[in-house]
């Protein structure tokens, strides 16, 4: 249960990450509301997991997850760059995600 439970604060994370393109420098009300939603709850969620998960691994997988969907969504909604090299990067993150997953 605590790794679902740190997959959802993941998917938050990359939510509120997200989100802060659409606040537009905290000045549009709704877009900010749930950008800081989203954070809160990921937090939240995050604090839950690491109750029955070492808080090195759980903290690397949260941002990992953060990060690369981050990436990804910025390929596909802002025409963010999508280079070999940046590829091959975020792969190694989902290696390193894996790995800590695997030997937890």
Known sequence: MAWITLLLAGLLEIGWAIGLKYTDGFTRFTPT????????????????AVRSLP??????VWTG???VGTVVL?????AEP??????GCIGLIVA???????FA
């Open 82 to 87: 999508a280079t070999l090299i940046r590829l």
């Open 65 to 67: 997850i953060g990060t």
């Open 55 to 60: 808080l090195g691994t759980a903290y690397a």
């Open 96 to 102: 390193g995600i894996a790995g800590l997953k695997l």
């Open 33 to 48: 509301v749930l950008t800081v939603g989203s954070m809160i709850v990921s937090i939240v969620l995050l604090g839950i």
């Open 74 to 78: 910025g390929i596909f909604l802002f």
